[in-house]
Nanobody
Framework: QVQLVASGGGLVQPGGSLRLSCAAS????????MSWVRQAPGKGLEWVSD????????YYTDSVKGRFTISRDNARNTLYLQMNSLKPEDTAVYYC?????????????WGQGTQVTVSS
């Protein structure tokens, strides 16, 4: 069964940094483009970033360009998101996922995600 476990979230002040991790299992991680997706309170799911299977290409939503960096370690089946210069509007639950259409309901395979709260 596909399982994706995100971790590393927490409470930070505006301008601070966090590094999120995602442990993947149940599929051949190195063959798939991976994504980070987030859900702010009361809002729908929003795509944040993609990284190609080998890590050579990365893409970001405009609101995080220049602040976030996606990376992966295929030997450890792990996806990362380095988040710098955090803003209150980055507050959300962050999930990792295989690249695809953004669902309206969080799939069970995505787990609980990890909460990021940016507040002074």
């Amino acid at each position: 069964q596909v399982q994706l476990v995100a971790s590393g979230g927490g409470l930070v002040q505006p301008g601070g940094s966090l590094r999120l991790s995602c442990a993947a299992s149940g599929f051949t991680f190195s063959l798939y483009t991976m994504s980070w997706v987030r859900q702010a309170p009361g809002k729908g799911l929003e795509w944040v970033s993609d990284i190609s299977s080998g890590g050579g290409s990365a893409y970001y939503t405009d609101s995080v360009k220049g602040r976030f960096t996606i990376s992966r370690d295929n030997a450890r089946n792990t996806l990362y998101l380095q988040m710098n210069s955090l803003k209150p509007e980055d507050t959300a639950v962050y999930y990792c996922a295989k690249k695809g259409l953004i669902p309206s309901i969080v799939p069970a395979s995505w787990g609980q995600g990890t909460q990021v709260t940016v507040s002074s």
